[in-house]
């Protein structure tokens, strides 16, 4: 393969008990496609219910999955946001884009407005939930893409990786490693110069949300696509089955991308930034090796294009 490495992400969002059927069908239909990597974003606990409590059955399948191929993170804890949040606007100090976050922040942005010690208990009830299930994810995805210095600070000490909106964060193996031993023990504050951010162009995913937004988004859909770059993410939904103009829009874009990009997980890329070198064969998983600070910071803001 000449030129650069053309690739496509896909990240199928929101998957519990509640959403497991939709979430599988939506799964079969890109494996129909020829989509065979996805990354799976779990949330562990929505109702407060483990999910090996409420659905045998979705421990099991996300089993499968990942032993065929696909990755799988820990999407926050609830993906429901503190109530608490609107009344701390007046003394936010985060970015300008943060403090929009805060302003329009729906139900999901789940980890604004919680301190340190707030956000390490969350990250650490979920992951716990995950790991009493089975499942041991690497990776992190904060709902609505909402991070805060306390949440990346968490991630860097007990995860390889974890996906913004413009990038793709690597974190040192070694201090992961420890965090998945002894998760509730506080370990030692990370150097954020260990840390890698690998730049991705913002994913392209359908709203469902307003009117006018549910109406424009399969041409968006469509826009983003043609002027992705070498790598294309996409963020797909359960709610995404309920409109016949969204899945065609979808269509379009699996059709287009499918047949010329290598299907890959966020996994992968992570591992391929942090090791450079031939891409991954099918049926390998990506290992994670230490690796020397190149003295870049990769926690920076989140800011769309």
């Known amino acids: 393969m000449t030129g650069a490495r053309r690739t496509l992400a896909v990240a199928l969002h929101d998957i519990e008990p509640a959403t ?4 599988a069908l939506i799964r079969d239909w890109l494996y129909d496609h020829g989509v ?8 562990p606990a929505r109702d407060l219910h483990p999910l090996a409590e409420r659905s045998p059955e979705m421990v099991s399948w996300l089993l499968e999955r990942e032993r065929t191929g696909d990755a799988i993170a820990q999407h926050g804890f609830q993906h429901l946001r503190s109530g608490r949040v609107r009344g701390q606007v007046g003394t936010w100090k985060g970015s300008p884009y943060q403090t ?3 302003l329009r922040a729906d139900r999901e942005t789940e980890f604004v407005g919680l301190d340190a010690h707030e956000t390490h208990r969350a990250v650490d009830a979920g992951r716990r939930v995950l790991k009493l299930a089975g499942i041991e994810p690497r990776g992190f995805v904060a709902p ?8 990346r600070q968490t991630l860097g000490e007990r995860f390889h990786w974890w996906a913004g909106l413009l990038g793709l964060h690597s974190a040192s193996p070694h201090r992961a490693q420890i965090a998945a031993e002894e998760p509730l023990q506080a370990p030692e504050r990370t150097d954020l110069r260990s840390t890698r951010r690998n730049l991705l162009a913002p994913p392209i ?6 009117r006018l937004r549910s109406l424009l988004s399969p041409a968006l859909l469509r826009a983003g696509t043609l002027l992705s770059g070498a790598t294309l993410r996409l963020d797909l939904y359960p709610a995404d089955l309920d409109r016949p103009s969204h899945m065609l829009a979808l269509e379009w874009v699996l059709q287009r991308s499918a047949s010329t990009r290598e299907a890959v997980t966020y996994e992968e890329l992570a591992a391929c930034a942090a090791q450079p070198g031939p891409p991954l064969q099918p049926g390998l998983r990506p290992v994670f090796t230490p690796e ?5 910071s990769g926690f920076t803001s989140e800011r769309p294009a």
């Open 20 to 23: 497991f059927e939709r979430s």
């Open 36 to 43: 065979n990597r996805v990354t799976l974003l779990v949330i």
């Open 100 to 102: 929009l976050r805060v």
């Open 144 to 151: 609505g893409y909402a991070y805060t210095p306390e949440l």
């Open 205 to 210: 995913a359908l709203s469902s949300s307003g």
């Open 292 to 296: 020397k600070s190149d003295g870049l």
